[in-house]
């Protein structure tokens, strides 16, 4: 089992290098001519009720399944990345998509 339970601000920012980056490139995934600026605006009033509401609830969760299961809690960018890589290199032959990732930055 794996949690990404990152810093609110850099849910905030990541949303706002997403719109910016748009003004120039489609997002990576996004369909042509998505709604950016609704969508942004959008994110920015979900991440503080996402931080408020289901936030707690993962990690009641990931501490009710520690005893049982083998957890991943990410908490920076870089533990994202070390995990990517040791997954990368524990199974070799299963596409995990970091080599198509952007820089977390």
């Known amino acids: 089992m794996s949690t990404v339970d990152l810093p609110v601000m850099t849910h905030y920012w990541w ?6 980056k748009a003004l120039f490139v489609n997002p990576q995934g996004w369909p ?12 920015y009033r979900v991440i503080p009720l996402c931080d408020e509401r289901l936030t707690p ?3 009641q969760l990931v501490s009710a ?3 049982l299961k083998r957890i991943h809690h990410l908490k920076s960018r870089n533990e994202i990345k070390s995990f990517l890589e040791v997954v990368e290199r524990e199974y070799p032959n299963i596409e995990t998509g970091s080599a198509q990732m952007q820089p977390l930055s």
Not at 32 to 43: A, G, I
């Open 57 to 59: 609830k993962y990690r």
């Open 15 to 20: 949303v706002t290098k997403r719109l910016i």
């Open 32 to 43: 042509e001519n998505s709604p950016m600026w609704r969508s942004t605006m959008s994110s």
């Open 65 to 67: 399944e520690a005893p």
